[in-house]
């Protein structure tokens, strides 16, 4: 079974710093995976998709994420962080030709001005 | 058109209402997906619905009744509901493709009260 884990469920950074949100796969098979930001009180936006083509993928509103096969993690990264990024971020898995999305508890990105 | 949309944005129903969610979708993808979403938790799969027949029930309660009447359109159904089945309610659609390559894309969500 596919899973993936959130560390830190509450991030902050000051705003113009580095965001790092960290997640790591759990997957029998070659997983398919992704981030999704939450802001409040709408649905999920994907920000980037991991799907073997690349190892490292480029997503919008300037995040990115590393695949890493040897330590099995999927870390979103941002070099420089904006207010408008604060939200909840959740780190997502499908393998095995399954269409269940597996998502992870989720962090809350808080940034300081 | 890269847009789920959903109806009614706010719902608050009784216990003995019965009410339906509405989710549409014209990207021309044959998956629809039912999630609930409970304050500070991720979404919880509910319904998977592939080429308008159910593909998958999570074991959802019968008092959701999920439906599908043509693949741009997605109903929840909603009957003798209890207050911890307020939440926020969100559909997703994707194309179909094994493996799982494609992303869902997922509407704003119905925000249920049950009183």
């Known amino acids: 079974a596919q899973s993936v884990t959130q560390l830190g469920s509450h991030v902050s950074v000051s705003e113009g710093a580095l965001v790092l949100l960290r997640c790591n796969y759990s997957s029998s098979v070659p997983p398919y995976l992704f981030w999704y930001v939450q802001y409040p009180n709408q649905g999920l936006q994907l920000l980037l998709k991991y799907t073997s083509a690349a190892t490292l993928v480029k997503g919008i509103n300037g995040f990115e994420a590393e695949f890493k096969k040897s330590e099995t993690s999927f870390h979103l990264t941002k070099p420089s962080a904006h207010m408008s990024d604060a939200a909840e971020y959740f780190c997502?898995?499908?393998?095995?030709?399954?269409?269940?999305?597996?998502f992870g508890t989720g962090t809350r990105l808080t940034i300081i001005p | 058109d890269t847009e789920v949309t959903q109806t009614p944005k706010h719902l608050v129903m009784g216990m003995t209402n019965k009410k339906s969610l509405k989710c549409e979708q014209h990207m021309g993808h044959r998956a629809m997906y039912w999630y609930k979403q409970k304050a500070k938790k991720p979404p919880e799969l509910m319904f998977v619905y592939s080429y308008e027949k159910l593909s998958i029930n999570e074991s959802v309660p019968s008092r959701f009744s999920p439906e599908c009447p043509n693949s741009s359109l997605l109903n929840l159904h909603l009957h003798a509901l209890q207050p911890e089945d307020s939440a926020l309610y969100l559909c997703a659609s994707s194309q179909l493709a094994t493996g799982g390559r494609n992303e869902q894309f997922f509407g704003p969500g119905t925000r249920l009260t049950v009183l």
């Open positions: 997502a898995v499908i393998g095995g030709g399954n269409e269940k999305l597996t």
